[in-house]
């Protein structure tokens, strides 16, 4: 089917969510493309929209490669597969992981305005991004948010790998992938506009139009 732009993939995932009858108490959107989509999800839902944040470890000579993730609170995602393959060393992993927490807690400090994290301790948290291709990201999220003391956990996207997918269902309550395809190799490819979102545009979707 595809989706004319973030907007419109979020208000069709809202929709399904609505459908579904699942709900939650806050909505946490993974920047920077999961904020406009994030921003439909939680105007459906009447629900708050913050934010949860990673950033992708990369491999030592190909950055755009993702290694694994980790969050603002240190919570990392390893692919240990592909270290193995690569033979990545535990120096490299480790000051990575320093360097993209750090980096982590920054934007997230940013985002909010230097305010603090929502308390989630018990809360119904849905994640929601634009799209999910390796999953790296997502699955540091997906642990900040189960350290964070989250009673129940739903990841919602409107596209996705299906192996990932798959995969993910086994960490989180519950998923909410409109589409799945088999011909599946990059989240924009399910884009008619799929163009950057920029630091200051994605910040916009916090303030509640």
């Not at 069709?12 to 989509?37: C, K, M, Y």
Request: charged share 25%.
């Amino acid at each position: 089917m595809g989706f004319a732009d973030r907007t419109d993939a979020g208000q069709r995932l809202g929709t399904e969510l609505t459908e579904r009858g699942i709900d939650s108490d806050i909505v946490l959107a993974i920047p920077r493309g999961g904020l406009p989509l994030g921003r439909a999800v939680a105007n459906a839902l009447d629900r708050p929209l913050d934010i949860v944040v990673a950033k992708k470890i990369g491999a030592p000579h190909n950055p755009e490669y993702a290694i694994g993730a980790v969050a603002s609170d240190e919570s990392v995602w390893l692919n240990e597969d592909a270290i193995g393959t690569l033979d990545i060393d535990s120096e490299y992993l480790e000051t990575q992981r320093e360097e993209m927490a750090a980096a982590a807690r920054e934007k997230a400090q940013r985002y909010r305005r230097d305010q603090g994290p929502p308390s989630i301790d018990g809360q119904a948290v849905l994640i929601v991004d634009d799209g999910v291709a390796t999953g790296a990201t997502v699955r540091a999220c997906i642990d900040r948010v189960t350290n964070a003391g989250a009673g129940r956990i739903v990841l919602a996207v409107p596209v996705g790998s299906p192996q990932t997918i798959d995969d993910l269902r086994s960490i989180v309550d519950e998923v909410v992938c409109l589409e799945t395809p088999s011909s599946f190799r990059a989240v924009g490819q399910f884009y008619d506009r799929f163009e950057q979102v920029n630091d200051e545009q994605a910040m916009t979707y916090l303030d509640r139009s």
